[in-house]
Protein backbone atom coordinates (compact mmCIF):
# COMPACT_ATOMS: atom_id res chain seq x y z
CA UNK A 1 0.00 0.00 0.00
CA UNK A 2 0.75 3.30 -0.93
CA UNK A 3 0.28 4.62 2.40
CA UNK A 4 -1.54 8.43 3.26
CA UNK A 5 -0.47 10.53 0.70
CA UNK A 6 -0.27 14.41 1.41
CA UNK A 7 0.39 16.94 -1.42
CA UNK A 8 1.96 19.35 -1.46
CA UNK A 9 4.82 18.50 0.40
CA UNK A 10 6.00 22.20 1.09
CA UNK A 11 3.63 25.37 0.52
CA UNK A 12 5.05 28.33 0.90
CA UNK A 13 2.23 31.57 0.16
CA UNK A 14 1.79 34.97 1.03
CA UNK A 15 -0.65 36.44 3.67
CA UNK A 16 -4.13 36.71 2.72
CA UNK A 17 -3.93 34.07 0.06
CA UNK A 18 -6.14 30.56 -0.13
CA UNK A 19 -3.88 27.15 0.83
CA UNK A 20 -5.52 23.78 -0.12
CA UNK A 21 -4.05 21.01 1.08
CA UNK A 22 -4.52 17.98 -0.09
CA UNK A 23 -4.89 14.18 1.26
CA UNK A 24 -5.63 10.53 -0.03
CA UNK A 25 -5.89 7.88 2.80
CA UNK A 26 -5.01 4.91 3.05
CA UNK A 27 -7.41 2.90 1.05
CA UNK A 28 -9.88 0.72 2.51
CA UNK A 29 -9.87 3.03 6.20
CA UNK A 30 -12.82 4.61 7.05
CA UNK A 31 -11.53 7.64 8.88
CA UNK A 32 -9.47 10.65 8.21
CA UNK A 33 -7.76 13.04 10.72
CA UNK A 34 -6.19 16.78 9.91
CA UNK A 35 -3.48 17.59 12.64
CA UNK A 36 -1.40 20.78 13.02
CA UNK A 37 1.58 20.44 14.84
CA UNK A 38 3.58 23.44 15.56
CA UNK A 39 7.16 23.36 18.19
CA UNK A 40 4.88 25.50 20.87
CA UNK A 41 1.38 23.80 20.39
CA UNK A 42 2.50 20.47 19.43
CA UNK A 43 -0.26 18.03 17.33
CA UNK A 44 -3.44 19.60 17.47
CA UNK A 45 -6.48 17.47 16.12
CA UNK A 46 -8.34 20.24 13.97
CA UNK A 47 -11.30 18.19 12.34
CA UNK A 48 -11.74 14.52 11.56
CA UNK A 49 -14.11 12.30 9.60
CA UNK A 50 -16.11 9.00 9.64
CA UNK A 51 -16.93 7.38 6.22
CA UNK A 52 -16.39 10.91 4.79
CA UNK A 53 -18.95 12.80 6.79
CA UNK A 54 -16.84 15.05 9.39
CA UNK A 55 -17.69 14.36 12.84
CA UNK A 56 -16.12 16.24 15.15
CA UNK A 57 -14.53 19.69 14.11
CA UNK A 58 -13.56 21.73 17.53
CA UNK A 59 -10.24 21.99 16.81
CA UNK A 60 -10.43 24.04 13.33
CA UNK A 61 -9.36 27.27 14.57
CA UNK A 62 -11.74 29.64 12.88
CA UNK A 63 -13.75 30.21 10.11
CA UNK A 64 -10.81 30.84 7.64
CA UNK A 65 -10.45 26.76 7.97
CA UNK A 66 -12.85 24.68 6.24
CA UNK A 67 -12.69 21.01 5.51
CA UNK A 68 -14.10 18.32 3.32
CA UNK A 69 -14.35 14.83 2.18
CA UNK A 70 -15.93 14.11 -1.35
CA UNK A 71 -15.47 10.90 -1.67
CA UNK A 72 -13.52 7.84 0.08
CA UNK A 73 -10.24 8.83 -0.86
CA UNK A 74 -9.87 12.11 -0.98
CA UNK A 75 -10.05 15.05 1.24
CA UNK A 76 -9.11 18.88 1.39
CA UNK A 77 -8.43 21.17 4.04
CA UNK A 78 -8.82 25.11 2.97
CA UNK A 79 -7.43 28.26 4.49
CA UNK A 80 -8.86 31.17 3.34
CA UNK A 81 -7.46 33.91 4.07
CA UNK A 82 -3.89 32.46 5.16
CA UNK A 83 -2.35 34.54 7.87
CA UNK A 84 1.36 33.89 8.98
CA UNK A 85 0.17 32.08 12.33
CA UNK A 86 -1.38 29.55 9.72
CA UNK A 87 2.69 28.39 9.63
CA UNK A 88 2.76 25.08 10.69
CA UNK A 89 3.15 21.53 9.58
CA UNK A 90 -0.20 20.03 8.39
CA UNK A 91 -0.62 15.89 9.00
CA UNK A 92 -3.38 14.14 7.53
CA UNK A 93 -3.94 10.54 8.73
CA UNK A 94 -6.63 7.83 8.29
CA UNK A 95 -7.47 4.51 10.71
CA UNK A 96 -10.14 1.56 10.28
CA UNK A 97 -13.47 0.86 12.24
CA UNK A 98 -15.04 -2.16 12.23
CA UNK A 99 -18.47 -0.33 13.74
CA UNK A 100 -19.86 2.17 15.51
CA UNK A 101 -16.98 3.41 18.07
CA UNK A 102 -15.48 0.17 17.54
CA UNK A 103 -11.80 0.05 16.23
CA UNK A 104 -10.55 -2.64 14.05
CA UNK A 105 -7.67 -5.50 15.34
CA UNK A 106 -5.21 -2.72 13.24
CA UNK A 107 -6.81 0.43 14.48
CA UNK A 108 -3.83 2.37 14.69
CA UNK A 109 -3.60 5.55 13.01
CA UNK A 110 -1.02 6.20 9.59
CA UNK A 111 0.33 9.43 9.00
CA UNK A 112 1.09 11.09 5.73
CA UNK A 113 4.41 12.46 5.98
CA UNK A 114 2.50 16.16 6.33
CA UNK A 115 2.52 19.43 4.46
CA UNK A 116 4.99 22.69 5.51
CA UNK A 117 3.44 25.19 4.97
CA UNK A 118 5.08 28.83 5.67
CA UNK A 119 2.94 32.31 5.23
CA UNK A 120 4.89 35.07 4.75
CA UNK B 1 -5.54 18.97 32.46
CA UNK B 2 -4.45 17.96 29.18
CA UNK B 3 -6.59 14.22 28.47
CA UNK B 4 -2.70 12.80 28.01
CA UNK B 5 0.17 13.88 29.86
CA UNK B 6 3.74 13.10 29.25
CA UNK B 7 7.24 14.60 30.80
CA UNK B 8 8.82 16.50 27.62
CA UNK B 9 12.11 15.27 28.16
CA UNK B 10 14.57 15.63 27.47
CA UNK B 11 15.92 11.83 28.56
CA UNK B 12 19.22 11.71 27.88
CA UNK B 13 20.74 8.26 28.26
CA UNK B 14 23.66 6.55 27.05
CA UNK B 15 23.97 4.10 24.49
CA UNK B 16 23.09 0.74 26.19
CA UNK B 17 20.84 1.98 28.79
CA UNK B 18 17.19 1.00 29.88
CA UNK B 19 14.83 4.25 29.68
CA UNK B 20 11.23 4.08 30.92
CA UNK B 21 8.59 7.09 29.97
CA UNK B 22 5.09 7.27 31.89
CA UNK B 23 1.99 8.56 30.35
CA UNK B 24 -1.05 9.58 32.25
CA UNK B 25 -4.81 10.05 30.87
CA UNK B 26 -7.47 11.92 32.49
CA UNK B 27 -10.45 10.11 31.11
CA UNK B 28 -11.45 6.63 32.62
CA UNK B 29 -13.42 5.97 29.73
CA UNK B 30 -10.81 5.98 27.41
CA UNK B 31 -11.14 2.37 25.26
CA UNK B 32 -6.99 2.03 23.09
CA UNK B 33 -3.90 3.22 23.93
CA UNK B 34 -0.67 3.72 21.34
CA UNK B 35 2.59 4.72 21.71
CA UNK B 36 3.99 6.54 18.37
CA UNK B 37 7.33 7.57 17.72
CA UNK B 38 8.12 10.92 15.69
CA UNK B 39 11.72 11.37 14.18
CA UNK B 40 12.62 15.14 13.54
CA UNK B 41 10.87 16.88 10.95
CA UNK B 42 8.86 13.69 10.56
CA UNK B 43 5.37 12.43 11.13
CA UNK B 44 4.66 9.98 13.83
CA UNK B 45 4.76 6.37 13.38
CA UNK B 46 2.95 3.88 15.37
CA UNK B 47 5.56 1.98 18.18
CA UNK B 48 3.18 -0.09 19.42
CA UNK B 49 -0.07 -0.42 20.60
CA UNK B 50 -0.65 -1.25 24.34
CA UNK B 51 -2.55 -4.11 25.58
CA UNK B 52 -4.28 -4.79 29.00
CA UNK B 53 -1.77 -7.73 29.80
CA UNK B 54 1.30 -5.58 28.75
CA UNK B 55 2.92 -6.41 25.45
CA UNK B 56 6.15 -6.60 24.60
CA UNK B 57 8.17 -6.28 21.10
CA UNK B 58 12.14 -6.33 21.09
CA UNK B 59 13.34 -3.95 23.13
CA UNK B 60 9.85 -2.85 23.86
CA UNK B 61 7.83 -3.58 26.45
CA UNK B 62 4.23 -1.33 27.14
CA UNK B 63 2.52 -1.84 30.35
CA UNK B 64 -1.51 -0.42 30.88
CA UNK B 65 -2.58 0.57 34.46
CA UNK B 66 -5.84 1.18 34.00
CA UNK B 67 -6.42 1.40 38.11
CA UNK B 68 -3.73 4.76 37.79
CA UNK B 69 -4.86 5.65 34.53
CA UNK B 70 -1.26 5.58 32.67
CA UNK B 71 0.78 3.56 30.53
CA UNK B 72 4.40 3.02 30.26
CA UNK B 73 7.43 2.28 27.51
CA UNK B 74 10.36 0.59 28.65
CA UNK B 75 13.16 0.83 26.26
CA UNK B 76 16.13 -1.82 27.00
CA UNK B 77 19.47 -1.68 25.67
CA UNK B 78 19.14 1.77 24.46
CA UNK B 79 20.32 2.23 20.78
CA UNK B 80 21.68 5.70 18.92
CA UNK B 81 18.63 5.38 16.42
CA UNK B 82 16.44 5.40 19.61
CA UNK B 83 16.75 8.76 19.50
CA UNK B 84 13.05 10.47 18.56
CA UNK B 85 10.07 11.79 20.44
CA UNK B 86 7.88 9.37 21.35
CA UNK B 87 3.88 10.12 21.70
CA UNK B 88 1.40 8.52 23.87
CA UNK B 89 -2.02 8.03 22.43
CA UNK B 90 -5.45 7.23 23.90
CA UNK B 91 -9.13 6.79 22.33
CA UNK B 92 -12.01 8.12 23.98
CA UNK B 93 -14.52 5.90 24.56
CA UNK B 94 -17.57 6.66 22.13
CA UNK B 95 -15.44 8.73 19.90
CA UNK B 96 -12.96 7.91 17.14
CA UNK B 97 -10.60 10.46 18.41
CA UNK B 98 -7.10 9.89 19.11
CA UNK B 99 -6.05 11.88 21.78
CA UNK B 100 -1.73 12.48 21.66
CA UNK B 101 0.35 13.95 23.94
CA UNK B 102 2.92 16.45 23.66
CA UNK B 103 5.74 13.84 24.07
CA UNK B 104 8.92 12.84 25.37
CA UNK B 105 11.83 13.51 24.15
CA UNK B 106 14.90 10.85 24.13
CA UNK B 107 18.41 10.86 23.19
CA UNK B 108 20.47 8.41 23.15
CA UNK B 109 24.33 8.92 23.13
CA UNK B 110 26.93 7.44 22.38
Same mark, same amino acid.
Given at each position: !? ?13 ? *????? &? ?15 ? /? ?15 ? =? !?? $? ?8 ? +?? #? ?23 ? $? ?6 ? &? ?9 ? *? ?6 | ?6 ? #?????? #???? /? ?10 ? $? ?10 ? +?? #? ?15 ? /? ?10 ? &?? =???? +??? !? ?10 ? *? ?10 ? &?????
Amino acid at each position: !DAGVIQSPRHEVTEM *GQEVT &LRCKPISGHNSLFWYRQ /TMMRGLELLIYFNNNVP =I !DD $SGMPEDRFSA +KM #PNASFSTLKIQPSEPRDSAVYFCAS $SLWSGLFR &LAADGSQYFGP *GTRLTVL | RKEVEQD #PGPFNV #PEGA /TVAFNCTYSNSA $SQSFFWYRQDCR +KE #PKLLMSVYSSGNEDGRF /TAQLNRASQYIS &LL =IRDS +KLS !DSATYLCVAILS *GTYKYIFGTGTR &LKVLA
